[in-house]
């Protein structure tokens, strides 16, 4: 599952911290009941979190289930076929969350045999009366309602596993429907289980729900039988089998769109609403499965392959074995369509059916083996589809995303200590796991690098795994010891922290290299860095290789003239921090002479800073903003600061042609943004124009935006033009510009509300805030009442909380202006009564 780092960040900054941050546990460790050595961060005060313990094999579930929207549960009966593991058990412990157990029985063919059991609203504890051998198979049913939101704060903490949308009906804008999400631990809210990664058991549900609703699960649909009382029961089967967490359910009104891939069934399902654009999304899927499949030297293994987008997810994406579910961002028109890439998730997400469901890390401390294998996919799809020097973009922004996140957390991919699963889907297992993996493909090379990955799925096939695995199966292929390689990379935290200089020295005509690395010992440990250096000069490029094995190391490079470039990382694909000693006619030489995506990116950068009266340097940036690679035209953009350049009326005409021409809605918006900085005669003009002539709704809400804050009047006239759109970021905007106006536009803000994400819900609520403090009374007490509504009502966070937010703002807000105006008292007991259960 993609991205689930940002969706935290976005929530704890929307919600301002006031909940309690989880306390650290003491550490501490008893040496006898850990069976292998690991090192433990020294920044981490927690316990060793080890693979679950295996009392008893999972060998097939099924389930009987029928979900009841009004009341928000499940009704459920559950035959479980298990097996102890090795030592004899005579109880059975199995995760279930949140339920009301009716019975439990032993099946067997002389009858079913009630057994004692206990249950602490987590745990049922099943008293099996004897002992039973690992040869024994015990086949269990049990009958049960799955009752999630019985307790909404710990639910909310520790995950529902089965949500139900809109179930009461209040939000014009979404359809009712339910989800499961399994990750990390919660299928074990709407059936009983062994909630372990380390488990494996086919699956076979029978869902009953109202004949005109669609159900997906996963593996093939059998049966669809009608009950002549106005449901239908749904008959799902998955004969392979997979990890509890991968279970999947969804109940909706849903479209389905359908294409195949060989012979087997790929489809999409979304609201009708947003039939007309799902082919288009999901159209690519074949190409990617066949892809991947001739990769990896094997074919994906399931039935079929569904997905299906919801509203209010948890996240981005889950790789459900077979049925994939998305986010919301992906229900769009054909308009939003043109700014939308979901490539890089659809790529994510595919590669998971063989990193995660078809091998499965064995515990969340092995979770690189899932999520750093899937954020190593979208480079490999977009080097496929785009070519490299995209997917070299792409991936650089990947790297930068790591290095961002080890300013202030650093512990290593491979990490045993944890408070909650949920604290280790970050940067470093996704972004810093895929730099990782990119780095170790370039040293033993792809033939070596996909041969391994092929002998790691085929061994480990249907099965668990851990890092080891990984490793080994890379060794045997390569015939080399790689164990020094995940030592320093997965298993010992931080990144080389380089300062590299080189000089000529004329009269031996020798290149002195000078290779430091910075870090201290605490932020990770001295790396063994094997890379290439490429030095080019009269012309010719000569590429050596490198082995730095020491903090500080010094090479020595034959050549007959200066260099007119020492290139350090030619391939550049070290995952570092680095500063290099290029003068400005180095960095010139870079951007023009070397062909990768990186060299030009490093190149703008050293070249933003010595920018001022320097034509030469100047032109590598007016060169850059024709580039072919979008990146590096809005890289361009990013780095260039206007009032550094000598001809500001032409590099004004080239970012305005650049807004009206440029091919990449991102590169425009980026070029309208720059432009306004320095651009005040014709901005307003330039706006307008934006507003009225591009069709990209990413770029017409930069427009707004900008309009809003250099003529307000006409923002508001654009924006009232507007207001039909259900786009999130155009919303933002329209939002931005109505906070500031007395005027009755209260039902745009309802419907901008009612439609959050994560991405826009902290502005929406912050701006509706803001126009609800100069409300007259009457809209201010419709607008706690939305409020209200959306606190009850909706299953985000990002809203509930965002409700409150607001409510307890205006109250602050009107206590203190209630001191000297009588209005405002009058606001603040309005607040106070209506709003008083968010207060």
């Avoid at 109940?251 to 891939?261: A, E, I, L, M, S």
């Avoid at 939003?336 to 890439?341: E, I, K, N, S, T």
């Avoid at 009502?793 to 109250?811: I, M, P």
Wanted: hydrophobic share 35%.
């Amino acid at each position: 599952m993609p991205r689930k780092l940002l969706f935290l960040f976005i929530l704890l900054i929307f919600t301002d911290l006031y909940a309690e941050k989880p306390k650290k546990k003491g550490y501490k460790r008893n040496p006898k009941e850990l069976q292998e050595i690991v090192i433990k961060p020294e920044n981490l005060i927690t316990t060793y979190k080890p693979s679950y313990t295996k009392y008893f094999d999972l060998l097939t579930t099924q389930l009987f289930v029928k979900p009841i929207f009004a009341e928000k549960k499940l009704i459920g009966k559950e035959t479980l076929k298990v097996k102890p593991h090795f030592y004899d058990q005579n109880t059975l412990v199995l995760d279930a969350k949140w339920m009301q157990i009716n019975s439990v029985e032993l099946v067997s063919i002389d009858g079913n045999k009630k057994l004692p059991f206990t249950y602490d609203t987590l745990k049922l504890t099943i008293d099996l009366l004897k002992y039973y051998t690992s040869n024994d198979q015990l086949t269990l049913s049990i009958d049960y309602i799955a009752m999630p939101y019985t307790q909404d704060n710990v639910q909310i903490d520790k995950g529902r596993g089965l949500y139900f949308i809109d179930a009461d009906d209040k939000n014009p804008y979404k359809s009712t429907h339910l989800w499961t999400q399994g990750e990390e631990e919660a299928s074990s809210c709407w059936f009983p289980t062994l909630d372990a990664m380390n488990q494996k058991t086919s699956t076979e549900i029978f869902v009953t729900i109202d004949k005109n609703l669609t159900s997906l699960s996963n593996g093939l649909l059998l049966d669809s039988k009608d009950n002549n009382d106005g449901t239908k029961t749904d008959h799902w089967k998955q004969d392979k089998p997979h990890s509890p967490y991968l279970f999947f359910l969804c109940v909706g009104d849903f479209y389905k769109w359908q294409t195949n891939w060989r012979d087997k069934e790929v489809s999409a399902y979304t609201f009708p609403k947003y039939k007309e654009t799902v082919g288009d999304l999901f159209k690519i899927m074949p190409d990617m499965m066949e892809y991947f499949s001739q990769l990896l030297g094997v074919d994906f293994v399931w039935d079929k392959l569904a997905n299906v987008i919801v509203n209010d997810y948890t996240a981005g994406a889950m790789e459900n074995s077979s049925a994939i579910v998305y986010f919301d961002k992906m229900l769009m028109n054909k308009q939003q369509l043109q700014d939308a890439d979901f490539d890089y998730i659809l790529a994510h997400e595919l590669y998971h059916q063989w990193f995660g469901d078809l091998v499965t890390a064995e515990s969340w401390a092995n979770l690189t083996l899932n999520e750093s294998m899937a954020d190593y996919s979208e480079y490999l799809w977009y080097a496929h589809k785009n070519g490299k020097e995209n997917a070299d973009a792409y991936h650089d922004k990947a790297m930068r995303s790591y290095l961002h996140t080890s300013k202030y957390k650093n512990e290593p991919i491979m990490n045993y200590y944890y408070d909650n699963p949920h604290d280790i889907f970050d940067a470093i297992r996704y972004e810093k796991g895929g730099c990782v993996l990119h780095m170790l493909r370039n040293y033993i090379g792809d033939a070596a690098f996909f041969k391994s990955l092929n002998k790691y799925l085929t061994d480990n096939k249907f099965k668990n795994a851990e890092l080891a695995d990984l490793r080994k199966a890379f060794e045997e292929i390569t015939g080399q010891d790689l164990q020094w390689f995940f030592n320093q990379w997965w298993l010992s935290k931080g990144h080389p922290v380089l300062d590299i200089k080189h000089n000529y020295d004329e009269k031996n005509k020798t290149i002195e290299l000078t290779v430091k690395q910075t870090q201290v010992e605490a932020e990770g440990p001295v790396f063994r860095i094997v890379t290439k250096v490429d030095i080019y000069a009269n012309g010719k490029k000569e590429t050596k290789v490198i082995d730095i094995v020491d903090r500080e190391m010094k090479f020595y490079f034959p050549c007959a003239s200066a260099p007119q470039l020492v290139d350090f990382d030619a391939d550049k694909v070290l995952l570092c921090e680095k500063t290099e000693d290029l003068s400005v006619a180095e960095n010139i030489f870079k951007f023009y002479n070397t062909s990768l995506y990186k060299d030009k990116q490093e190149a703008l950068d050293a070249l933003s800073y010595s920018v001022k009266d320097n034509v030469a340097a100047q032109e590598v940036f007016y060169k850059a903003l024709q580039d072919k690679n979008w990146y590096t035209r809005r890289d361009a953009i990013d780095y260039l600061e206007p009032t550094k350049f000598n001809n500001k009326a032409k590099l004004s005409l080239t970012l305005q042609k650049i807004v009206n021409t440029d091919s990449c809605s991102l590169v425009r918006e980026k070029a309208l943004n720059t432009l306004v900085a320095f651009e005040k005669d014709k901005l307003v003009d330039i706006l307008e124009n934006t507003l009225k002539n591009d069709s990209s709704l990413l770029v017409k809400a930069a427009a707004l935006n900008q309009l809003t804050v250099y003529n307000k009047s006409k923002a508001y006239q654009y924006a009232n033009k507007l207001i039909a759109t259900e786009d999130g970021r155009l919303m933002v905007a329209i939002c931005n510009v109505f906070k500031d106006t007395t005027a009755d536009n209260l039902e745009f803000f309802k419907k901008a509300i009612w439609l959050n994400s994560p991405y826009s819900a902290y502005k929406n609520f912050k701006n509706f805030g803001d126009y609800l403090k100069t409300a007259d009374a009457m809209r201010l007490e419709k607008g706690i009442l939305f409020l209200k509504d959306i606190y009850k009502f909706e299953e985000s966070d990002y809203n509930t909380s965002g409700a409150k937010k607001v409510v307890q703002n205006l109250k602050i807000y009107f206590e203190e202006k209630a001191k000297k105006d009588q209005q405002a008292d009058i606001k603040l007991q309005i607040v106070k009564k209506v709003g008083k259960d968010l207060l």
